[in-house]
């Protein structure tokens, strides 16, 4: 199955506390602007580490399975090459986790007034969980997408909707948004004519929740879309392509506008 596990919305912007009033000023913008970049940064350093971790993982994996299939060499040496082998592939899987781990903690607190709204809009959606401390809204329903489909269904439509209500309002209309697609490692089986390959099906749903956000309103200036396919998971996909429901994700980015 290729449904999408999670939307997940992640603030990766600076930290700032506003005593009252809704709006940030330029200054603040500014400001927030720059702490931005910081983090962007920090998140790129650490998901081309991630990339590269998962890449040495494959090729240890592939030296292993090898190993384990050919015959003609010392049964003692080869017990111990296939030791050292699991070894380091029991390390590498040890700091591919460390780093997911690191990924999740990249967002940072919105301004107070947006967070607030954010956490009244997770209360009253069973689906939706808030972070206030990392800016992360989570949407919990595994049925965004149907296999194979790029479009979203009626009740994620539903709640994309509402949280577009937000960001059009006097808390979010200076932030913008970018999504990004995400799968995991199955090839694609179904609608294949439609999604060629996952690079494909990652960046047609992301472009599915845009088509829902401007939809409902926001301005087509403040949406972008990116793809990924199963390149930067968060958690490791199973043996043999076989995936893993944590991957299968959509990611929205609330970042000050024109960054």
Same mark, same amino acid.
């Given at each position: 199955?290729?449904?999408?596990?999670?939307?997940?919305?992640?603030?990766?912007?600076?930290?700032?506390?506003?005593?009252?009033? #809704? #709006? #940030?000023?330029?200054?603040?913008?500014?400001?927030? /602007?720059?702490?931005?970049?910081?983090?962007?940064?920090?998140?790129?350093?650490?998901?081309?580490?991630? $990339?590269?971790?998962?890449?040495?993982?494959?090729?240890?994996? /592939?030296?292993?399975?090898?190993?384990?299939?050919?015959?003609?060499?010392?049964?003692?040496?080869?017990?111990?090459?296939?030791?050292?082998?699991?070894? =380091?592939? %029991?390390?590498?899987?040890?700091?591919?986790?460390?780093?997911?781990?690191?990924?999740?903690?990249?967002?940072?607190?919105? *301004?107070?007034?947006?967070?607030?709204?954010?956490?009244?809009?997770?209360?009253? $959606?069973? @689906?939706?969980?808030? @972070?206030?401390? !990392?800016?992360?809204?989570?949407?919990?329903?595994?049925?965004?997408?149907? !296999?194979? !489909?790029?479009?979203?269904? *009626?009740?994620?439509?539903?709640?994309?909707?509402?949280? #577009?209500?937000?960001?059009?309002? %006097?808390?979010?209309?200076? &932030?913008?948004?970018?999504? %990004?697609?995400?799968? @995991? =490692?199955?090839?694609? /089986?179904?609608?294949?004519?439609?999604?060629?390959?996952?690079?494909?099906?990652?960046?047609?749903?992301?472009?599915?929740?845009? =088509?829902?956000?401007? /939809?409902?309103?926001?301005?087509?200036?403040?949406?972008?879309?990116?793809? &990924?396919?199963?390149?930067?998971?968060?958690?490791? $996909?199973?043996?043999?392509?076989?995936?893993?429901?944590?991957?299968?994700?959509?990611?929205?980015?609330?970042?000050?506008?024109?960054?």
């Amino acid at each position: 199955m290729r449904h999408i596990r999670d939307l997940v919305v992640v603030a990766a912007v600076g930290a700032l506390v506003i005593a009252s009033g #809704c #709006c #940030c000023s330029e200054e603040q913008l500014n400001d927030l /602007k720059a702490q931005n970049r910081i983090q962007q940064g920090r998140i790129s350093d650490l998901e081309s580490e991630l $990339n590269s971790a998962n890449l040495m993982l494959a090729q240890l994996q /592939k030296q292993l399975d090898t190993l384990k299939s050919s015959s003609g060499a010392g049964m003692g040496a080869k017990d111990a090459e296939i030791a050292a082998l699991e070894k =380091d592939i %029991a390390e590498k899987k040890a700091l591919i986790e460390r780093l997911q781990q690191q990924l999740l903690k990249t967002g940072t607190k919105l *301004p107070t007034d947006l967070s607030l709204k954010l956490k009244e809009f997770a209360a009253a $959606n069973p @689906d939706v969980t808030y @972070d206030e401390e !990392s800016g992360m809204l989570k949407f919990k329903s595994d049925l965004l997408f149907k !296999s194979g !489909s790029a479009e979203v269904e *009626p009740k994620a439509a539903e709640q994309i909707t509402k949280f #577009c209500g937000i960001m059009n309002g %006097a808390e979010g209309k200076d &932030f913008d948004v970018i999504i %990004a697609g995400h799968t @995991d =490692d199955q090839p694609i /089986k179904f609608a294949a004519a439609k999604h060629p390959t996952n690079w494909h099906l990652s960046a047609h749903r992301a472009i599915g929740v845009l =088509d829902v956000m401007v /939809k409902a309103g926001v301005e087509p200036k403040r949406v972008s879309v990116r793809g &990924f396919s199963e390149y930067r998971p968060i958690e490791p $996909n199973q043996p043999g392509n076989k995936g893993n429901p944590a991957n299968r994700r959509v990611e929205l980015y609330i970042v000050p506008s024109g960054v």
